[in-house]
């Protein structure tokens, strides 16, 4: 059990001292940005989000349909 934790412990000290790396900021977004194409990335990123959306809606819809009908019988 102690050897457990202990490498638990040892584990989540290297994960700590990994991630304090500085880092310049995010270049990808940098790119995008100053070549104007954030907005392509956001607007993708939304219709795929409302596509998701939408679906998980139907699809609820027919599952209370199908609910309703298995209750009736």
């Known amino acids: ?3 457990k ?4 412990v ?3 000290s290297a994960m700590i001292s990994s991630a304090q790396v500085e880092v310049s900021g995010p ?3 940098d ?3 100053s070549d104007g194409k954030i907005y392509v ?7 795929i989000f409302a596509a998701l ?3 998980l809606i139907a699809l609820e819809r027919k599952v209370n ?3 309703k009908q298995i209750n009736k019988k």
């Not at 990335?41 to 219709?47: D, E, L, N």
């Open 5 to 8: 934790i202990l490498s638990l």
């Open 10 to 12: 040892f584990l989540l």
């Open 65 to 67: 349909k199908l609910e």
């Open 31 to 33: 790119t995008f940005r």
């Open 41 to 47: 990335v956001i607007t993708v990123i939304a219709m």
């Open 27 to 29: 270049q990808m977004a």
């Open 1 to 3: 059990m102690i050897k």
């Open 53 to 55: 959306v939408i679906f």
